[in-house]
């Protein structure tokens, strides 16, 4: 459906893209994560025609974006991180306005917008002016928008940034429902919101895509450094005791906590001690507060994006590559991409 082929970017000296490739296939919900500055706008805008390329190409079902940008475009609605919404009119004045702005059969405009209204569920707030309404309201007025004229890809750039959590939930919905019979790509830099909506994941840092999977498959990845999570009620001491005995364990660390002591333990690539620890554990009269050998999808982001993170706080730019084989030191816990998430939108109500 849409192939993009060694896309760059530039900004001045500044690289944004850099050599990007990825294919998005008919059908499904695609998510578009990174942290803030990765590129997804601007891979965003180059896709949807709105931006020019330095280098690379776009192919949407055949078309070439830089070539056939009128038969590419009508293919895809596209909710921009600003959505240019006029203010100074209410939804249905700017949905006919911009659908005739896209070249819609005069005769067909009516329908047309009365279709995206219904499936945005805005048609009760249909007359109001749009500066009268929430946040969340004119969000749904933006993705409106994007569904006119039917386009069967929906690109959405941080759709629910800036909204209260009830919108968030709302519009989440919205984009679930939009994906039963479209191709959608959505871009955030939460990946709950990511993990909730998408099928599939390109995780992009520093213009380039350093993974792209389903979210099964991105977490799977975590399994070349097996790593096991412990809270036992136990004095330190008397966990090391037990953890020392394992030449499986590569790396460990250790801190007392409120139930005990908490370990966080490193294992030999292919390994698995988790039900061993666990009768370990038992056998000497201990009780496991939690246990899993789990890797969190979020902690697989967090080092596939954590050179970024670096690059802002120390201006150290280096990409890690997940699937090579990285030194795992300790990781402080970075929660950065949780922001949007806590963000009060002053407008409490809905309308
Ligand atoms: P994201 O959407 O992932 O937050 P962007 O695509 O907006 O990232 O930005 C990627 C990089 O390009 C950033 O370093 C940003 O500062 C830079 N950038 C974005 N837009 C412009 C612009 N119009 N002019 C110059 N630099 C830009
Ligand atoms: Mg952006």
């Known amino acids: 459906m849409i192939k993009v082929s060694n896309l760059t970017k530039k900004y001045g000296s500044n690289l944004a893209v850099d050599n990007i490739s990825f294919e998005i296939e008919k059908g499904k919900i695609y998510g578009f994560l990174g942290p803030n500055g990765a590129g997804k706008s601007t891979t965003m805008n180059i896709i949807t025609g709105c931006l ?18 009128t038969a590419a475009k009508k293919l895809i609605g596209y909710l921009p991180e600003l959505p240019p919404l006029y203010t100074d009119m209410s939804p249905k004045e700017y949905l006919t306005f911009v659908a005739e702005a896209k070249g819609i059969k005069a005769s067909e405009i009516g329908p047309e917008v009365e279709r995206v209204m219904e499936r945005t569920a805005i048609t009760g707030v249909a007359s109001r002016l749009i500066r ?46 939009l994906g039963e019979d479209h ?53 330190p001491d008397a966990a090391v005791a037990i ?28 390994t698995d001690i988790t039900d061993r620890l666990f009768f370990e554990f038992a056998g000497a009269g201990i009780a496991i507060r939690y246990l899993s050998n789990r890797v969190s999808l979020e902690e697989i982001y967090l080092k596939l994006t954590e050179a970024a993170f670096e690059d802002e706080t120390q201006g150290v730019a280096e990409i890690t590559d997940i699937s090579s084989d990285n030194e795992t030191e300790e990781e402080e816990y970075k929660p950065m991409f949780r922001e949007a998430e806590e963000e009060e939108d002053e407008n409490d109500s809905d309308l």
């Open 52 to 69: 020019a390329q330095t280098e690379g190409t776009v192919i949407i079902d055949g078309h070439d974006v830089f070539d056939e940008p």
């Open 183 to 235: 191709t959608v790509i959505l871009s955030s830099h939460i990946l709950s919101e990511i993990q909730e909506v998408c099928e599939q994941v390109i995780i992009i840092s520093h213009g380039r895509v350093v993974a792209n999977d389903t979210i099964e498959n991105i977490c799977l990845m975590g399994n070349q450094h097996p790593v096991l999570h412990i809270v036992a009620k136990c004095t």
């Open 132 to 177: 009268n309404l929430s946040k969340g309201y004119r969000q749904r007025v933006g993705i409106a928008m994007s569904l006119l004229g039917d386009p069967e890809i929906i690109i959405l750039d941080e759709p629910t940034v800036g909204l209260d959590p009830r919108q968030i939930i709302e519009i989440r919905e919205l984009i679930k429902t």
């Open 243 to 270: 953890v020392d005995e394992y030449e499986e364990v590569t790396h460990y660390a250790i801190t007392e906590c409120s139930e005990g002591t908490e370990l966080e333990l490193t294992l030999m690539p292919g």
